[in-house]
């Protein structure tokens, strides 16, 4: 039989195929600064972004260098300004070189080398260079994901009165609200849903944050406290509210800042979601899937592909890096398989249980 746009597969009793890992990837900062500096000597553009997307060809449609995480360079030099935007992708930023302003959904943050801010989708934001240093920034997106979905909508000059905050609430919230009822059928727990709270879901008010390194940093600095027994890792999530259960900095992506005391080891791991790892202090090493990879501050590594085993270590100064892994994606959906210990059997987080550390016996500060 022919068929147009459409075929069979027959799985029939076939087993699933075996879990294949991705390599890692290690972008030097070498490159990462050429790049910056190339992207500097380009004339301005019209929208005034010079950007450059790092490209993992592996990670298929997208332009992406995990298959559901993008990752951008952004440079404005002193006085330049970005045309404004919108799109229903989110963002997690991290300034690297410079500082400057990002006006988000009406809000101000200026910003500072190493502090994060969030972008929330559908928020008209601008970039604002009023220094007189070059700024780059890089800019985490889950575009990746809707690329592949092939549902990514831009806005390339949206109308800021139209947009309005991210997250408000309707003006007439009573008169949005369905009389129609969420109802129980049958006694199993299962619901009926009417189609005017499907299209007015509740609305989670997804602001833009920030989080300033310096005021991290003096919170990470503590848990250096924590002794070599300490068998967890020393880190803050920058944790968004409005992420809920899901422990996020957005819907999709944590983005989680550590600390490594020198000569510190991690115990081999591995989860479901993919992590990138910029390495902003230090030099050290990754063991991923039986391969070592070393790194040093400025490199930017996909340092776990899903699922992959893996483990970091520090060599002989503190180490700090912001990682961006896409957990709350991954909770979720209810995917997020992790193994603490290898020993032992893996967990769907946020489905079956979690894991606990020693802390409250090593002790440390807050």
Same mark, same amino acid.
């Given at each position: ?36 500096e ?17 490209? $993992? ?13 993008a ?5 404005l ?7 404004p935007?919108?799109h ?26 190493y ?24 800019t985490?997106? $889950? ?7 092939n ?19 309707p ?20 619901y ?5 709270k ?48 899901? $422990? ?47 790194w ?33 994606? $991954? ?27 020693n802390?409250a016996?090593v002790?440390?500060?807050?």
């Amino acid at each position: 039989m022919e068929t147009s746009g459409f075929r069979f597969v027959d799985e029939t009793g076939a087993p699933a195929p075996p879990h294949r890992p991705a390599e890692p990837v290690v972008i030097p900062r070498e490159a990462i600064e050429a790049e910056v500096e190339r992207l500097a000597r380009l004339p301005r553009p019209d929208n005034g972004r010079r950007v450059s997307k790092i490209v $993992n060809p592996a990670s298929g449609s997208g332009q992406a260098l995990a298959p559901g995480i993008a990752v951008s360079i952004s440079v404005l030099l002193p006085g330049e300004r970005t045309r404004p935007v919108r799109h229903n992708s989110a963002q997690v930023n991290f300034c690297i070189r410079g500082r400057g302003t990002a006006r988000v959904a009406g809000r101000r943050i200026d910003y500072e080398r190493y502090d994060v801010w969030n972008t929330p989708p559908w928020a008209v934001y601008e970039h604002v260079n009023e220094s007189d240093e070059l700024q780059a920034r890089l800019t985490y997106s $889950n575009s990746a994901l809707l690329e592949k979905m092939n549902v990514h909508v831009v806005e390339d000059d949206p109308r800021a009165a139209e947009a309005g905050p991210a997250g408000a609430p309707p003006a007439d919230e009573a008169a949005r609200t369905s009389p129609f009822g969420t109802f129980p059928v049958g006694e199993d727990g299962a619901y009926l849903m009417p189609y005017e709270k499907l299209i007015s879901p509740d609305v989670v008010d997804v602001r833009p944050l920030h989080w300033p390194w310096q005021r991290v940093k003096a919170e990470l600095d503590k848990l250096a406290a924590l002794g070599e027994s300490y068998v967890g890792r020393r880190l803050y999530l920058l944790y968004h509210p409005a992420s809920g259960r899901t $422990n996020g900095t957005t819907q999709n992506f944590f983005s989680t800042i550590t600390l490594r005391p020198a000569n510190i080891a991690d115990r081999p791991h591995r989860h479901t979601a993919a992590a990138i790892n910029y390495f902003f202090a230090g030099r050290g090493d990754s063991i991923v899937e039986g391969k070592r990879y070393t790194w040093k501050a400025g490199d930017l590594m996909l340092t776990a592909p899903g699922w992959a085993v893996h483990r970091h270590a520090s060599h002989d100064e503190p180490v700090y890096e912001m990682t961006i892994q896409d957990s709350p994606l $991954n909770i979720a959906m209810g995917s997020l398989l992790w193994q603490e210990d290898l020993t032992q059997p893996p967990e769907a987080l946020g489905v079956t249980g979690g894991f606990a550390t020693n802390r409250a016996d090593v002790g440390a500060a807050r």
